[in-house]
């Protein structure tokens, strides 16, 4: 890590330089900050003693290495935050000082480097999902699908939404908190315990006039692909808009959501050239109609020429507290995470439709092998058998064990064998969601199964 050291003869020529600019005398550091209250100031931080660079880079090699790590564990984690292939391009371009370094674009006329390269994601997340306008990214996805509520009540000013269980529950988490700041009611639709779908007979009860939104996830935190043409049909019925939240990398196989009637697409950008990070950063994609344009949050990048007649980019619509609109802004997310947002269209662009979709066909290939395997083994079944699901999906396993016992056998051959259920959905007891990408080879799921047949209940 880089720092700046300062000796003490410097901490004195600066102190003396702050106490001419300040007519007042300094004699030490602790004198800027006799404003606060001592009583308030720590006294001491009870640091370890110090030690040499080497000491220190052995020391943090050792904490790293208690890390389970992509790069030696095969992983069949999902739910929420997914291994995928990143093209080493990626880093290259994102890398670039100019980008690295880059930050939001006030002055148009001197940032059409980054204006450009944001205006390039909006049209690629616009042929993702269908719609025909995007917003220049989200803090994450969480975010994306709480301002997509926001953005509903925007458009038709009702306070009452319908949210699908089937939502990843973190997420649920920012809706619930931005709902109760709101005033707004949330309405929770159950799924079925049969085949994982949302409640029809649920939905159709409770859908009425005062209800703003029905918002979902598809395919859902459990795997589950649902076709909602008549969600999206019921919903406009009675005034309301669907809003989905989509992982980016299934839209390369399934329907986009603009096909079965979604008024407002959101999601994660993580999968899309982000690695995972410890859970971050990534970017939230959010597009809508052309109808409900000016009702979209964050900022738009426009194209259009200058006084010569070129080609140049603007920032057309900044709904956002920074901007021109302040008081009337339709989001108070300060960050669009440009960097991401590159780094997802560099994906994007390197791979081309053809590539998303092989590695869209590659995920779901593998996990539909392995849950083929699974279901051989005695003890584990697929549950929601018979729903479709694109490249995760839920096993149940033995009462008699348990996930630690499940988690620590896997983790003794190097692989990290799902998700615990229980942790989301208090009823889906010994209950595993399983994900495979197309980082997963025969191979890998072969050593799965054989690990899976090995453990003792």
């Not at 564990?73 to 391009?89: C, D, L, N, T, V």
């Not at 950008?269 to 982000?274: L, R, T, V």
């Not at 005695?378 to 348990?402: A, D, Q, R």
């Not at 399983?434 to 453990?455: F, G, H, N, P, S």
């Amino acid at each position: 890590m880089n720092f700046i050291s300062n000796t003490p003869e410097d901490i004195s020529s600066m102190l003396k330089d702050i106490s001419a600019s300040k007519n007042t005398a300094l004699s030490s550091i602790d004198d800027l900050f006799s404003d606060i209250p001592g009583n308030l100031r720590l006294k001491s931080l009870n640091l370890p003693g110090s030690l040499s660079e080497i000491e220190i880079c052995e020391k943090m090699k050792s904490h790293a290495g208690k890390n389970l790590s992509y790069a030696d564990y095969k992983s069949f984690m999902g739910g929420g935050s997914y291994e995928h292939f990143i093209p080493s391009a990626v880093g290259a371009v994102i890398g670039r000082s100019d980008f690295y370094t880059a930050y939001t674009p006030y002055q148009p006329e001197v940032s059409q480097g980054t204006l450009m390269s944001i205006f390039e994601y909006q049209t690629m997340i616009c042929n993702l999902t269908g719609m025909q306008a995007s917003n220049a990214s989200h803090y994450d996805g969480a975010t994306a699908l709480a301002e997509s509520m926001i953005m509903a009540y925007n458009i038709n000013s009702r306070k009452e939404f319908m949210v699908a269980e089937t939502i990843n529950p973190m997420h649920m988490s920012v809706l619930e908190t931005y709902a109760h700041a709101a005033g707004f009611k949330l309405h929770v639709i159950p799924y079925e315990g049969k085949s994982g779908k949302l409640d029809a007979d649920f939905i159709k009860s409770h859908m009425n006039d005062s209800i703003s939104a029905v918002l979902v996830q598809n395919p859902s935190f459990i795997g589950v692909v649902e076709d909602l043409k008549w969600l999206a049909d019921l919903a406009h019925a009675n005034g309301a808009v669907l809003a989905v939240s989509a992982n980016p990398i299934s839209l390369g196989l399934l329907k986009p959501p603009s096909e079965y009637g979604a008024d407002i697409v959101c999601g994660d950008g993580q999968p899309i050239g982000i690695p995972s990070s410890f859970g971050g950063p990534a970017l939230g994609f959010m597009a809508t109609s052309q109808k409900y344009v000016r009702k979209l949050p964050g900022r738009i990048v426009g194209e259009t020429v200058d006084k010569n007649g070129k080609r140049a980019f603007v920032l057309t619509l900044q709904a956002r507290e920074q901007h021109i609109r302040r008081e009337k802004a339709s989001s108070n997310i300060c960050s669009n995470q440009a960097l991401c947002a590159l780094a997802a269209t560099v994906y994007l662009s390197y791979l081309g439709p053809y590539g998303l979709n092989k590695v869209a066909a590659r995920c779901s290939d593998m996990a539909h092998y392995l849950a083929g395997e699974i279901a051989k083994v005695k003890g584990f079944e697929i549950k929601f058998e018979g729903s479709h699901f694109f490249h995760e999906f839920v096993i149940t396993y033995p009462k008699s064990l348990t996930y630690e016992k499940l988690f620590d056998h896997f983790a003794s051959h190097k692989i990290l064998a799902g998700v615990d259920l229980s942790k989301f959905f208090i009823s889906e007891h010994n209950c595993l969601l399983v994900c495979a990408t197309e980082m997963r080879t025969k191979a890998d799921i072969d050593a799965y199964i054989k690990c899976l047949e090995a453990i003792k209940w």
